[in-house]
């Protein structure tokens, strides 16, 4: 029989797992897990936006008023899915031990969050749609800049769920998660949907802090008959660059909660 040689050198690891395959699986994951409760939370988070704008229609008194609340409202089915539901899922896995099998998985951390932000980002797209048409119509505001959504959505709803992330991995408890996932959505909601004008000075600057706020302004300002697309470029951009800085604090909570 013959002896087998001694092995001359360490056995080689596979690749590392790449960042977009990696997140492109979780988030095709992430929406295979959610499709049997898609329905019913675009139905909830859509009723609440039209019942908001069917309630403010009787308030609002001027067409400046009325794009507060057509742009608020749309914004708010993103702020529902991407901070509410996203800071509950999060705590909901770190209290039972779902990280742990993300841990296992050759993935970045990065491709986590952005997988799982990306998922519930997209459940928004509908809802909002729907909530941008009714509010028109029902204000009798122009359609044709509806457009300005396909960047209104991504780039706050990537803000948002940065947000969202970040609270339920770095709460404590699970029902932490959720209370601080329903304070950000019903600040989203109380600074997104009433007129800034009719809002006291302190309640303005709160109101500037919160990041869906600069994505209401943008989709509010195409309203007009000759916008200022700089200023949309300009409130786009504020959303984006907090979404990257969201979205990384997401990825470093989830390290500290996948090692502990």
Do not use: K
């Not at 395959?21 to 992430?30: D, G, H, L």
């Not at 706050?156 to 029902?175: F, H, K, N």
């Not at 916008?227 to 979404?243: E, I, K, M, Q, T």
């Amino acid at each position: 029989m013959s002896v087998p040689e001694p092995a001359t050198g360490a056995a080689e690891l596979g690749p590392r797992a790449r960042l977009w395959p990696s997140m492109a699986a979780v988030y095709r994951a992430q929406l295979s897990r959610a499709r049997v409760a898609r329905i019913p939370l675009l139905f909830v988070a859509t009723f609440q936006s039209v019942g908001i704008m069917i309630m403010m229609r009787g308030v609002v008194d001027t067409r400046g008023e009325a794009q507060s609340v057509v742009a608020g409202s749309s914004v708010v089915v993103v702020a529902y899915v991407a901070l509410n539901l996203l800071a509950q899922y999060f705590g909901q896995l770190r209290a039972g031990g779902g990280l742990d099998h993300y841990a296992t998985l050759p993935v970045p951390p990065a491709a986590v969050v952005l997988g799982a932000a990306g998922a519930y980002a997209s459940f928004t797209v509908p809802g909002t749609l729907v909530t941008a048409v009714f509010g028109c119509a029902l204000f009798g505001l122009p359609l044709g800049n509806l457009w300005i959504l396909v960047a209104v959505i991504p780039l706050a709803g990537a803000a948002l769920a940065g947000l969202g992330a970040a609270c339920g991995l770095l709460a404590p408890r699970p029902e932490l998660a959720t209370l601080l996932g329903q304070l950000g959505m019903s600040a989203a909601l109380l600074l997104g949907v009433l007129p800034p004008d009719r809002m006291p000075e302190l309640v303005r600057l709160a109101r500037d802090l919160l990041p869906s706020t600069y994505g209401v302004e943008a989709y509010a300002r195409t309203f007009g008959a000759h916008p200022h697309w700089a200023f949309v470029a300009g409130d786009l951009g504020v959303c984006a660059g907090v979404g990257v800085v969201s979205l990384a604090v997401a990825t470093w909570a989830y390290r500290r909660a996948a090692v502990r």
